[in-house]
């Protein structure tokens, strides 16, 4: 089973829209790690995720020890241990373990490092595609990319237009 690590940069935004159920139709246990947790100070994003975190289905712990920290602050050259730090060293310690991994982040150095260690990365879009695949209505998804994109996930008129496609595909 694909543990999914969702990075602050996914949960602020579908939080702030309201809309961080969508993250349900993701296959796996949900992990929103402490530190991630806290990265997340604004309303209502902070709220909705205090729901979302007091269900059984989402999870808080990660299986990490300090040598993995130290591999992540190294790959990432951050000073000290923080939400990216710490989602890295979750991926480090499942690929360690060679389990299966994904994060859902829309933070590029993430992403791309994710990436590099063999997680499965997607973004903010990519949960609301999957919602779509899982019975969210076409019109309801545009309606939330525009919500989106109008409270702080800005996107280029690319992005947007790209999501809209991604939509539609999944639609169908």
Request: aromatic letters at 2%; glycine letters at 6%; one cysteine or more.
């Amino acid at each position: 089973m694909t543990h999914i690590y969702v990075d602050a940069t996914t949960l602020i935004a579908l939080g702030t829209v309201g809309e961080l159920d969508l993250l349900t139709s993701l296959t796996g246990p949900l992990v929103v790690l402490p530190a991630i947790r806290d990265e997340v100070t604004t309303e209502p994003a902070r709220t909705t995720l205090e729901r979302l975190c007091d269900r059984d289905t989402v999870e808080t712990t990660f299986p990490t020890d300090a040598s993995d920290d130290e591999q992540a602050q190294a790959i990432l050259d951050e000073p000290a241990v923080n939400g990216d730090v710490r989602l890295i060293a979750a991926v480090l310690a499942h690929t360690d373990a060679d389990e299966p991994v994904a994060v859902v982040s829309d933070d590029r150095r993430v992403r791309t490092v994710a990436r590099g260690l063999g997680a499965t990365v997607t973004g903010t879009i990519g949960v609301l595609v999957r919602a779509v695949e899982e019975g969210l209505s076409e019109d309801d998804a545009k309606t939330i990319v525009r919500r989106l994109d109008d409270h702080g996930l800005h996107m280029t008129a690319e992005l947007r237009a790209t999501a809209i496609d991604l939509i539609e595909s999944a639609a169908e």
